[in-house]
Structures are given as structure tokens and as C-alpha cells.
């Protein structure tokens, strides 16, 4: 229900204060990364891109039951896929969907000891996927000492998927 709260939000400001729907973004830390990763798997016709600071891939802390919602497996970077099954999730989530996916930068900082660095990877396996793009950076780089940044798709600004490890 949270998903559609806050797309039944977005909805709400983009009509009465006339916002432009090209240039609407998520973004959140932890589990509002996570929410970023779902909001944009679940509304890709909604958001024009995300960021996602130290999140999970989306589908992954999904656990299918009310009372038991704390997914140790995921957080701790033990659930794996391969890129075309993160993708599927997505996919699975809005059938018939054939537009073009949001524009999706991942950040996770390589120490971090609540979610693992694993999903680091794991989030760009799922968004490369779903944009039809290589896992193979078009570009890496180190903007700020002890930062990695990593361009999929382009070597530009308006890259469709970027990495940045901290």
C-alpha cells in the first residue's frame, strides 16, 4: 500500500500545482533506496529517474508474508540473481509495459555494515537489465578520492545507469 500512497501523491501535486511530469525523481537512503528501486520498477511511466543511496535490488526484501518482513538473506547480500532475473521482477510487476525505464544511479559505500555491498552490484545488474544495456561500464572514473564511479550505456552525464561507491 505504501507504493500506491505515495503514487497516489505524486499524482495529487503534479495536478494541483500544475508540476511537469517529465521531471518527476525519487530518491532515499536505506530504506528509502529501497522504495526508489520500487517505486521505479513498479511506475516507470511515472518517474523520469532515481537515485538510490545504499538500497537493495528491487523484489529483493520482498518476503511474502505480514509477519515476518525483515529479510536477513537480502540485507546481508546473500540473495543473488542474474541479471535477467532481477530484471523479470520488474518486468512481472507492470505486464504489458513497453516504454522506456528510468534513469537509475546507485550509490552504497563499501564498508556499510546494515546492507551489504553485494547489493551494490546486484541493484546494477537489475537496471542495466531493464534498460537493454551491458553490465561492462562505457565508463569508469574516480571523481572524489576514494570514489568509483561507474557509467553504463553511455559515457555521459545523462548515462541510463550509474554506480558511484564510496
Not at 525519487?26 to 523520469?48: E, I, K
Not at 529483493?60 to 535477467?84: D, E, L, M, P, R
Request: charged share 10%; aromatic share 12%.
Amino acid at each position: 500500500s505504501d507504493p500506491v500512497a505515495i503514487k497516489s501523491m505524486i499524482d495529487y501535486a503534479l495536478t494541483t500545482y500544475k508540476g511537469d511530469p517529465a521531471r518527476v525523481f525519487a530518491t532515499g537512503a536505506s530504506s528509502g533506496a529501497m522504495m526508489t528501486n520500487v517505486m521505479l520498477g513498479l511506475y516507470p511511466d511515472v518517474f523520469a529517474g532515481g537515485v538510490a543511496f545504499m538500497g537493495v535490488p528491487f523484489g529483493c526484501f520482498a518476503t511474502g508474508s505480514a509477519s515476518s518482513t525483515w529479510n536477513s538473506q537480502c540485507y546481508g547480500g546473500q540473495t543473488t540473481k542474474t541479471a535477467q532475473q532481477w530484471g523479470d521482477l520488474v518486468r512481472q510487476a507492470y505486464p504489458g509495459y513497453t516504454g522506456k525505464y528510468p534513469r537509475m544511479q546507485a550509490w552504497h559505500g563499501s564498508t556499510d555494515s546494515t546492507l551489504s555491498y553485494n547489493n551494490f552490484a546486484e541493484e546494477i545488474e537489475q537496471w542495466t537489465n531493464l534498460h537493454g544495456i551491458s553490465q561492462t561500464p562505457a565508463l569508469t572514473d574516480s571523481p572524489v578520492s576514494g570514489w568509483t564511479r561507474t557509467r553504463y550505456g553511455s559515457t555521459g552525464v545523462n548515462a541510463p545507469v550509474e554506480g558511484i561507491s564510496v
